[in-house]
């Protein structure tokens, strides 16, 4: 199958009117990531090199987001949002180019998964023509039913165009569909839009393929995996699900989770083995944790790195370039940006440390603040190893604590 080549065409061109946000639908994000680069990287863990993004509104960002996630991103536009059929032959000159097989993902589907993409490709690598990816809600209103007949899929029936009887169909259209390359495009021409909402359906590819005698099976996949997003309900349900799938992935790669329920992470964040996690945390994108590393109760993290035998919190926010070297710590209601807080120094209390280079086993006393900013620029403030800042010190940059320096509490 590894030789066959492959197209994935991401539908991203919705307005998705129901978020009710200035921003298109797919860049919503889920784990701190849009939607749409899930998409993109399910496709590209399933080794499809090439992915055509077919976007509308917010095309640039959408390509933004996308474009890091796969080597070989095309950007397609589709100027009228006619449906499904329409978008997908936005792609048309990337289809031109001559695939093996197609696989249509919607970019509102932001949990799919690798295997579910694998294993479409492999009906089809076993002789299908059409492979669509069925599922079963708990609640199928709204989704397109899946027509099946001695194991194979006869019509995809829109919710709006079914009959009663068909509206008692449990196994939905999920939306991703793989056709073999060769008489796609011939196929997705002749989408038309007879139909209550004039719009070009693309699930009207399987009727049309089984006119050609062609043939149309399902895969049944996990509901979850599937779930499309068209409301800030289902956003919160597919960050839900999410989570569960990375906070178990962490307890089962080591990490230490007292109260899982409770610690939200970002698709991108490392945490290395023996490092516990008391309740209440938040992981902000881009944080790195070596092992054996503390973070108590009730943080904020975000953009930081942090190393072995580090103590965090509780009650800490680490915003982005805050950099915690082996061994050291920082306490309760401590604030730390772009700084580096060398091996074994402590930060225990109280303190802002912005911009800042703290010396090896310097001890910063509580209620430290590095006056960082003047009302117009930046300032560094360096403090050398072994210093010791007493309590209440404002520190205004730019300003250098010579090592072993000892400054007395309530200076400035
Ligand atoms: C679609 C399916 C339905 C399926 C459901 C699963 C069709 C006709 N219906 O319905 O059978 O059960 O998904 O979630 O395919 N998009 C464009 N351009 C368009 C229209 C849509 O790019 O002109 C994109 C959207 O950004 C979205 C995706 O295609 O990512 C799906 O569109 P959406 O409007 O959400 O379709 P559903 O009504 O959910
Ligand atoms: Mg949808």
Not at 221 to 250: P, W, Y
């Amino acid at each position: 199958m590894s030789e066959r080549t492959c197209l994935a065409i991401i539908l991203a061109a919705g307005e998705g009117t129901r978020m009710k946000s200035a921003m298109s639908k797919v860049l919503h994000p889920v784990g701190g990531l849009p939607m749409v680069a899930h998409v993109v990287r399910a496709a590209s863990a399933a080794g499809v090199g090439d992915v055509a993004l077919v976007v509308g509104r917010d095309a640039d960002e959408v390509e933004k987001a996308a474009r890091p996630h796969a080597s070989g991103v095309s950007v397609q536009l589709q100027v009228e949002r006619l449906g499904t059929g329409n978008a997908v032959l936005a792609a048309r000159d990337a289809i031109n180019k001559g695939y093996d097989d197609l696989i249509v993902l919607f970019g509102d589907t932001p949990l799919i998964d690798t295997a579910a993409l694998l294993n479409a490709r492999a009906r089809l690598a076993a002789g299908a023509d059409v492979v669509v990816l069925g599922f079963r809600p708990s609640d199928p209103t709204g989704y397109g039913r899946l027509i099946e007949e001695d194991g194979q899929v006869m019509a995809i029936r829109e919710e709006r165009e079914a009959s009663a009887e068909e509206k008692k169909v449990g196994f939905c259209n999920g939306g991703l569909m793989a056709i073999r390359g060769d008489d796609a495009l011939a196929m997705l021409e002749k989408i038309n839009n007879n139909n209550k909402r004039k719009e070009y359906y693309l699930t009207d590819i399987v009727e049309i393929a089984h006119a050609l005698g062609k043939l149309v099976v399902s895969l049944e996949v996990d509901a979850t995996s599937i779930l499309g997003v068209n409301s800030r309900v289902e956003l919160a349900e597919a960050e839900s699900l999410f989570q569960d799938k990375i906070r178990k992935k962490m307890m089962l790669d080591g990490v230490s989770l007292l109260a899982p329920e409770t610690v939200f992470f970002s698709w991108d964040t490392e945490v290395g083995s023996d490092t516990t996690i008391e309740p209440n945390v938040y992981f902000g994108t881009k944080v790195k944790i070596a092992s054996g590393v503390t973070i108590h109760a009730f943080c904020h993290i975000e953009g930081a790195t942090i190393a072995t035998g580090a103590q965090v919190g509780p009650f800490a926010r680490l915003r982005p370039g805050a950099d915690l070297r082996e061994g050291s710590k920082a306490g309760n209601f401590v604030e730390i940006k772009k700084s580096v807080i060398s091996k074994g120094a402590k930060v225990n209390h109280l303190t802002y440390i912005g911009d800042a280079e703290v010396g090896e086993n310097a001890n910063i006393g509580a209620g430290t603040i590095t006056c960082n900013y003047d009302g117009y620029n930046k300032f560094v403030t360096k403090i050398g190893a072994g210093a010791f800042i007493g309590s209440n010190s404002a520190l205004v940059a730019p300003v250098s604590i010579g090592n072993g320096s000892i400054v007395a509490a309530g200076s400035v």
